[in-house]
């Protein structure tokens, strides 16, 4: 079981670049999050999925956007990149929301240059 | 604002020392999770507590869950180098499918 898949790893990009992060699992979970972990400040929601088609902000959604088209599948869009978007993402998901576990992929660190 | 607080942020102890790390919160809580993060790696799993006053022991590991269901600590005794990394609670409120998490207490132990 690959369980949650996250590409690129690692990805630099310029001052108003876009780029797509791709997340995909294969555990049939309804649920999924993005999350950004900057140095000492924990993880921050940034979107979350309860199924397909369905989408909701979390705590920082600005300069972001995602879509969820299959139950398999939570990307990620920077539209404009700006050096504040520089961090660690991390893509999660879990069968039934709160009371499950979460697992999470092994992250994408971004850089915005 | 931070949902759920904790607290220290960071703690170096000695090998063979016992701790304990606390996660606070003024709002209720249908439950809590704890995750521990290695560098480079996405958080795992250590256990979810549901009930308030609930108690789990996880080997050397022990959680709390308040009996309001706003906070949650967890112990762990005679610590070892392998406990080191960063110990992130998460927890969505009662009716909401948000997940959010603290900023983590980053756990040093040395031999």
């Known amino acids: 079981n690959a369980g949650v898949t996250q590409t690129p790893k690692f990805r630099i990009l310029k001052i108003g670049q876009s780029m797509t992060l791709q997340c995909a699992q294969d555990?049939?979970?309804?649920?999924m999050y993005w999350y950004r972990q900057d140095p000492g400040m924990g993880l921050k929601l940034i979107y979350y999925?309860?199924?397909?088609?369905?989408?909701d902000k979390g705590e920082v959604p600005n300069g972001y956007n995602v879509s969820r088209s299959t139950t398999e599948d939570f990307p990620l869009r920077l539209e404009l990149a700006a050096p504040s978007q520089t961090s660690v993402y991390f893509c999660?998901?879990?069968?039934?929301?709160?009371?499950?576990?979460?697992?999470f992929g092994q992250g994408t660190r971004l850089t915005v240059v | 604002t931070q949902l759920l607080e904790q607290s220290p942020q960071f703690l170096s102890i000695q090998e063979g020392e016992n701790l304990t790390v606390y996660c606070n919160s003024s709002?209720?809580?249908?439950?809590l999770q704890w995750y521990r993060q290695e560098p480079g790696e996405g958080p795992v799993l250590l256990v979810t507590v549901v009930t308030g006053g609930e108690v789990k022991k996880l080997k050397r590991l022990t959680f709390q869950f308040g009996d309001a269901r706003k906070d949650s600590s967890l112990h762990i005794t005679a610590a070892q180098p392998g406990d080191t990394g960063l110990y992130l609670c998460?927890?969505?409120?009662?009716?909401?499918?948000?997940?959010?998490f603290g900023k983590g207490t980053k756990l040093t132990v040395n031999p």
């Open positions: 999925s309860v199924g397909a088609g369905i989408t």
């Open positions: 709002s209720v809580f249908s439950s």
């Open positions: 999660a998901s879990s069968y039934l929301g709160e009371d499950t576990e979460a697992f």
């Open positions: 555990m049939n979970h309804n649920y």
């Open positions: 998460a927890g969505a409120l009662g009716g909401s499918e948000k997940l959010v």
